[in-house]
């Protein structure tokens, strides 16, 4: 009830022009967040947040990339690797992934929801997967589970942004 509650109050961020990445994501952010980009992925920086590559235990991180070796937003294989990806750091799986449609026009696409628990700490991987001109793309975003949440507009914007042009 409480996220319900939380989502239902956030506004979708207005977004910048499309941004292109060397290897063909396209993608667009919202006007006050920040990006690094990396030769196959994109990291995306809200206000206020400092990845350090070199801890585990980073409060949260959103990346973009190609989800390689998946057949579509519906692949079986996805609730494996989120699992695989995630459980070999060290955390505990406290819900299995949960998947929704997330789709646009032409752009079929779902989420994936995981719940964790990492030293006394609630966590959240939350992965959106748009099939958009033969690839399929991946906005992860992982962290404590408040941070994540109060994100949720944002992502959802960001991932209807998703293209490909290579």
């Given at each position: 009830?409480?996220?319900?509650?939380?989502?239902?109050?956030?506004?979708?961020?207005?977004?910048?022009?499309?941004?292109?990445?060397?290897?063909?994501?396209?993608?667009?952010?919202?006007?006050?967040?920040?990006?690094?980009?990396?030769?196959?992925?994109?990291?995306?920086?809200?206000?206020?947040?400092?990845?350090?590559?070199?801890?585990?235990?980073?409060?949260?991180?959103?990346?973009?990339e190609i989800?390689?070796?998946?057949?579509?937003p519906?692949?079986?294989?996805?609730?494996?690797?989120?699992?695989?990806?995630?459980?070999?750091?060290?955390?505990?799986?406290?819900?299995?992934?949960?998947?929704?449609?997330?789709?646009?026009?032409?752009?079929?696409?779902?989420?994936?929801?995981?719940?964790?628990?990492?030293?006394?700490?609630?966590?959240?991987?939350?992965?959106?997967?748009?099939?958009?001109?033969?690839?399929?793309?991946?906005?992860?975003?992982?962290?404590?589970?408040?941070?994540?949440?109060?994100?949720?507009?944002?992502?959802r914007?960001?991932?209807?942004?998703?293209?490909?042009?290579?």
């Amino acid at each position: 009830m409480v996220l319900a509650a939380t989502l239902a109050a956030q506004k979708p961020p207005k977004l910048e022009k499309p941004r292109k990445h060397g290897i063909g994501i396209v993608y667009a952010i919202p006007k006050d967040w920040k990006v690094e980009e990396g030769a196959e992925a994109v990291m995306l920086l809200p206000p206020g947040v400092v990845v350090d590559a070199e801890k585990e235990d980073n409060p949260e991180v959103i990346v973009v990339e190609i989800a390689e070796g998946l057949e579509g937003p519906e692949d079986a294989g996805i609730v494996d690797e989120l699992k695989a990806r995630w459980g070999s750091v060290g955390v505990e799986i406290a819900r299995e992934p949960l998947k929704e449609v997330f789709s646009r026009p032409g752009r079929p696409g779902a989420i994936y929801t995981m719940d964790l628990r990492k030293g006394g700490k609630n966590m959240r991987v939350r992965a959106f997967y748009v099939a958009v001109k033969g690839k399929l793309l991946a906005l992860t975003a992982s962290g404590e589970t408040a941070r994540v949440t109060a994100r949720e507009a944002a992502l959802r914007a960001v991932a209807g942004s998703l293209d490909f042009a290579p």
